[in-house]
């Protein structure tokens, strides 16, 4: 065994347990990410789709997630190595999604932060710039990796600590702060004269939109959002405590999570269509229509619009805290760092991966890898593949490697707790979903433009496989 189990820290209480968890899951994702892959899939069909593979398969991999990491009270590598050498891959997949993930996410993070000092500068007295403002920021070279670096030193800060009171802290006030600023907006988004036509994007389906394409990029949002398919919830399920109840926990993240995707959809579309904006604006849909919502404020605006992203930067930091933690607890545990040479170390990498990223924006644009620039390399590996493929590895691991006794026993606390539903759960984990997941990947990468990039994917997780007896 790589940990003595009696040394792992636990988390304080099952709030904070929540909290944290929330706080991994409900980031960049919800309210940047989400109203933009809507916008580029085509509005209500692809919600609808997202919810199908939150409800039927997020929910079950979720408890999954975290029944693995209790009961190995290990991170994703150590969990997998611990039950069978052979699974380490996947483990180790799921490393590399951390490095890739936050290849970009801090990028976003970056952009967050600094729109917390633009909205107190001026940006809002401008409206009629927003849109033009927010691509010469983030097309910028020196400014916003400036911000990028700022953004993962506070990461770092945090991370190297140990997973402290800090950041627990603050999310317990900014995350309902999030809350309560995304309900204004709605409210005065909705009240916009033409908004109607923003509401019937996001509830009126249109199904000749759909492609094997659009059910991939569904299934894609609902890990990420989640959270899932890279061992960051068995990381933060290793310090769960014993008489925690996991599926009770596991539903309320989720719950929490799609309530502030959806509300993120309806403070941005109704504003969208009435500002006449196109919602296929991409990455920078949420630095442009939120700001041009509060431009409408008057003399409130500029203080609305710094909490606003101040919220959002917190809920960023308390994701990509949970993604380098994935690297960190890796190194801890398996290569025997200590806590702050892993934290240096793994964001250092990460780093360099950001500059790259953040210079894809501009004057680096020229480069692609597989016909995408960095940014985008990152992002659309992970999201479209690497995600799937580790939630798909996971249930098989979880089906078909665990004995069902061990599972039963983790997920009702050796039968203490009721869960009527684990055989419900136990089959969907075994059956269906690997099912599921492979027709949808195979679908989804065959309409998919980048092809060359997803051959690459794929050749990534066979060559993890051949050399992960050394990780
Ligand atoms: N769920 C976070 C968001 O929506 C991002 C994130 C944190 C993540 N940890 C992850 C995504 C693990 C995939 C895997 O912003």
């Not at 702060?177 to 009240?191: C, D, E, S, Y």
């Not at 009435?274 to 409130?300: D, K, Q, R, S, Y």
């Not at 606390?413 to 419900?424: A, D, H, K, M, S």
Request: glycine share 10%; charged share 10%.
């Amino acid at each position: 065994m790589q940990t003595n189990k009696a040394q792992r820290e636990n988390w304080g209480t099952r709030f904070g347990f929540l909290m944290a968890a929330t706080g991994s899951a409900v980031g960049l994702g919800n309210i940047w990410r989400f109203p933009y892959i809507t916008g580029e899939n085509g509005g209500s069909a692809f919600i609808i789709i997202y919810l199908l593979c939150i409800i039927a398969i997020g929910l079950s991999i979720m408890i999954a997630e975290f029944a693995v990491g209790r009961r190995t009270s290990l991170s994703a590598v150590g969990a997998y190595k611990s039950q069978n050498e052979n699974w380490t891959f996947a483990g180790a997949l799921g490393v590399l999604s951390a490095f890739f993930i936050m290849g970009f996410y801090p990028v976003v993070g970056g952009w967050s932060l600094a729109y917390v000092f633009k909205s107190a500068t001026g940006l809002l007295a401008a409206p009629e710039a927003i849109s033009s403002a927010f691509d010469a920021f983030a097309g910028a070279t020196i400014e916003p990796l400036i911000w990028t670096i700022i953004y993962m030193v506070i990461n770092v800060i945090i991370v190297a600590k140990g997973i402290s009171g800090g950041i627990e802290k603050a999310s317990k006030v900014l995350m309902p702060a999030l809350f309560a600023l995304l309900v204004i907006v709605i409210i005065k988004g909705i009240n916009l004269p033409g908004a109607s036509e923003g509401l019937a994007y996001l509830f009126k389906p249109d199904w000749s939109q759909v492609t094997g394409g659009t059910v991939l990029a569904a299934l894609g949002q609902s890990f990420f959002t989640l959270s899932l398919g890279m061992g960051c919830m068995i990381t933060y399920g290793s310090y769960l405590g014993k008489q925690e109840r996991i599926p009770a926990d596991a539903t309320s993240v989720v719950a929490m999570d799609t309530m502030v995707a959806i509300m993120a959809g309806l403070a941005i579309f109704p504003a969208l269509f009435a500002f006449g904006m196109e919602p296929t604006a991409g990455p920078g849909l949420v630095f442009v229509v939120v700001p041009a919502i509060f431009a409408h404020m008057g003399n409130v605006g500029p203080l609305i619009s710094i909490t606003f992203f101040a919220a959002l930067t917190v809920a960023a930091l308390t994701s990509s805290m949970s993604l380098l933690e994935v690297a960190v607890s890796y190194l801890i545990d398996e290569k025997k760092m200590n806590r702050k040479t892993a934290t240096y170390l793994s964001a250092g990498i990460m780093t360099v991966m950001c500059i790259l990223s953040s210079l894809s924006m501009g004057s680096l644009s020229g480069i692609k890898l597989f016909g995408v620039n960095f940014f985008d390399f990152f992002d659309i590996l992970t999201d479209k593949i690497f995600l799937a493929i580790g939630g798909m590895l996971l249930t098989i691991f979880v089906g078909w490697f665990m004995r069902k006794e061990d599972l039963k026993n983790e997920i009702t606390n050796n039968g203490t707790l009721p869960f009527g539903l684990f055989g419900v759960w136990y089959n969907i984990v075994k059956y269906v979903i690997p099912v599921v997941i492979a027709v949808v990947a195979i679908a989804g990468i065959a309409a998919i433009e980048q092809k060359s990039l997803m051959l690459f994917g794929l050749l990534v997780i066979v060559l993890l496989g051949v050399f992960s007896r050394k990780l």
